[in-house]
T-cell receptor, first 111, second 116 residues
Framework: QKEVEQNSGPLSVPEGAIASLNCTYS??????FFWYRQYSGKSPELIMSIYSNGDKEDGRFTAQLNKASQYVSLLIRDSQPSDSATYLC???????????FGTGTRLTVIP | GAVVSQHPSRVICKSGTSVKIECRSL??????MFWYRQFPKKSLMLMAT?????????EQGVEKDKFLINHASLTLSTLTVTSAHPEDSSFYICSARGASGYYEQYFGPGTRLTVT
């Protein structure tokens, strides 16, 4: 059973701070890793993808992947109230069709 | 990112009727499409995966005769909820993936189905 684990939160950070979201996965051969943002009542929106060990930066977002530790994280710098949402970690194995999702971490950015 | 549209965004139907939901990839060819449902404050639940021109693969516990999926072209998949009942009321979300690159998967905006 492939598992993707996230702390459900809620995670509260003040506006302007760095929000750190973490995810671990059980399948060691997983190859593709994604972070989605889901606002309440809306569908998930892809914000980051990462495939290699290390950091990947896109604007205020940085994804970090450590395959040896089976760990992927998302950092949000200069957090804004509009970042308040549930963040879903998703993982795909080699040759696999579908994604395995974590249950999501609810982030609240306090003005 | 790529754009996936879904129609209708919201539908209310009477118990026993059927409802069709369309999912389109607007700017890429979706070789694989996925259908999810999500209950309030719950995780996404994968219902089925379909490849263009092939029969859909349903997840365990999902009735294929109740949730009919058609993926007739590289840009269109449909989900038909047959003989809908109130317990089928949910948020249905399609997702699509192309054939190139690292296969990023994009979601449609979702369809909120209410069965009365």
């Amino acid at each position: 059973q492939k598992e993707v684990e996230q702390n459900s939160g809620p995670l509260s950070v003040p506006e302007g701070a760095i929000a750190s979201l973490n995810c671990t996965y059980s399948d060691r051969v997983s190859q593709s890793f994604f972070w989605y943002r889901q606002y309440s009542g809306k569908s998930p929106e892809l914000i980051m993808s990462i495939y290699s060990n290390g950091d990947k930066e896109d604007g205020r977002f940085t994804a970090q992947l450590n395959k040896a530790s089976q760990y992927v994280s998302l950092l949000i710098r200069d957090s804004q109230p509009s970042d308040s949402a549930t963040y879903l970690c998703a993982v795909r194995g080699p040759g696999a069709n579908n994604l395995f999702f974590g249950t999501g971490t609810r982030l609240t950015v306090i003005p | 990112g790529a754009v996936v549209s879904q129609h209708p965004s919201r539908v209310i139907c009477k118990s026993g009727t059927s409802v069709k939901i369309e999912c389109r990839s607007l700017d890429f060819q979706a070789t694989t499409m996925f259908w999810y449902r999500q209950f309030p404050k719950k995780s996404l639940m994968l219902m089925a995966t379909s490849n263009e021109g092939s029969k859909a693969t349903y997840e365990q516990g999902v009735e294929k005769d109740k949730f009919l999926i058609n993926h007739a072209s590289l840009t269109l998949s449909t989900l038909t909820v047959t003989s809908a009942h109130p317990e089928d009321s949910s948020f249905y979300i399609c997702s699509a993936r192309g054939a190139s690159g690292y296969y990023e998967q994009y979601f449609g905006p979702g369809t909120r189905l209410t069965v009365t």
